[in-house]
């Protein structure tokens, strides 16, 4: 019983002293690397956003499809009909959201990068 218990807080010795040194690295802030953090490009974020516009926009038109296709044949899916229903209202209410979220912010790194240079 007492080979378990030395064995067990030797290995959990060994855990914690090789924890250590890599958390002691991670918060010396005078390392020279962490100073020259380029700027962030701002062209290429404004893309970043407007592509994920465009593809909320084409999971948006997608859910609309579904709520078109139930309206017309809500008699295929029964009582599970509802629930369909307001599950793709959400997600295109959702993903409405989020377009337009990710347009914000194209146009705020656009104006960003026009007044950095």
């Known amino acids: 019983m007492k080979t378990k218990i030395f064995f067990t ?3 959990i010795l060994i855990f914690l002293a090789s924890i250590a040194p890599v958390s002691a690295e991670s918060l010396n ?3 020279p690397e962490v100073k020259t953090i380029a700027p962030p490009d701002h062209n290429k974020l404004a893309e970043y956003y ?3 516009a465009k593809e909320m926009n084409l999971k948006g038109e997608e859910q609309k499809k ?5 309206e017309i044949h809500s008699y295929y899916y029964g009582r599970e009909g509802q629930d369909f229903q307001a599950h793709h209202e959400a997600l295109l209410n959702k993903y409405e ?7 914000e912010m194209a146009a705020a790194h656009r104006k960003m990068s026009k007044t950095v240079r």
Not at 66 to 70: F, G, S, T, V
Not at 97 to 103: G, T
């Open 9 to 11: 807080s030797l290995v």
């Open 29 to 31: 802030t005078a390392d």
């Open 66 to 70: 579904l709520l078109k296709e139930y």
């Open 50 to 52: 407007e592509n994920e």
């Open 97 to 103: 959201k989020a377009a337009e979220r990710n347009s």
